[in-house]
């Protein structure tokens, strides 16, 4: 059964470091979406890709956060430097360009101290 | 501003029972919907859809409802088992606009024996 894959699934560092999340799509997945949760706003779209392009990443801080699809398998996610308010926990879906459903990884849950 | 709006943030059922989870939305260009079932620590998994020129999907003991005139959806599970017990998701999307979901803040359904 094909996953989409994050890494690491935890991750507790302190304020001010750097931060790098991972994502592997589902093989064949051409569209690649960054999610928040958060308790306040639920899932929050970041920024998404479509055959690596960024097509939208209006919901992203600029300063701080940074997205990008170096290969169709991987995706990244960095905050540099991350704050206590960042966070929260962290998912990547895929899917294919204009059919649904998008379908998720497990999230990465960070903690900034 | 929410667009997708899920007003009660939980939701407890006996076994065997009805559950309706509920959503509202404000953006009338929305033309699919999706409702996701999320377990701790996991990503949030599809569960069913419909299309704005339906108001009602079928799935086995779910059936999502929309109302159009009224902006509002619903999900009902019925007979509810122990293993619905999550956090459910309605999201919404302009269908042949884009490809971004916009998610509601989720309500937590427990069902007890």
């Known amino acids: 059964d094909a996953r989409v894959t994050q890494t690491p699934r935890h991750k507790v560092t302190e304020m001010g470091q750097e931060v790098t999340m991972r994502c592997q799509p589902i093989l064949g997945h051409n569209t690649v979406f960054w999610y928040r949760q958060t308790m306040m706003q639920g899932l929050e779209l970041l920024a998404y890709?479509?055959?690596?392009?960024?097509?939208?990443d209006s919901g992203m801080p600029k300063d701080r956060f940074s997205a990008e699809m170096p290969d169709a398998t991987l995706a990244t996610l960095k905050i540099q430097p991350s704050e206590p308010r960042d966070s929260a926990v962290y998912f990547c879906?895929?899917?294919?360009?204009?059919?649904?459903?998008?379908?998720f990884g497990d999230g990465t849950r960070l903690s900034i101290l | 501003d929410q667009q997708v709006k899920q007003n009660s943030p939980s939701l407890s059922v006996q076994e065997g029972r009805i559950s309706i989870l509920n959503c509202d939305y404000t953006?009338?260009?929305?033309?699919?919907f999706l409702w996701y079932k999320k377990y701790p620590a996991e990503g949030p998994t599809f569960l069913i859809s419909i299309s704005s020129i339906k108001d009602k999907n079928e799935d086995g003991r779910f059936t999502v409802f929309l109302n159009k005139s009224a902006k509002h959806l619903s999900l009902h599970i019925v007979p509810s088992q122990p293993g619905d017990s999550a956090v459910y998701f309605c999201a919404a999307l302009r269908a042949y606009n884009t490809d971004k979901l916009i998610f509601g803040t989720g309500t937590r359904l427990q069902v007890f024996p």
């Open positions: 953006n009338s260009m929305f033309d699919y």
């Open positions: 879906a895929s899917g294919l360009q204009s059919s649904q459903p998008q379908h």
């Open positions: 890709f479509r055959n690596r392009a960024p097509l939208d």
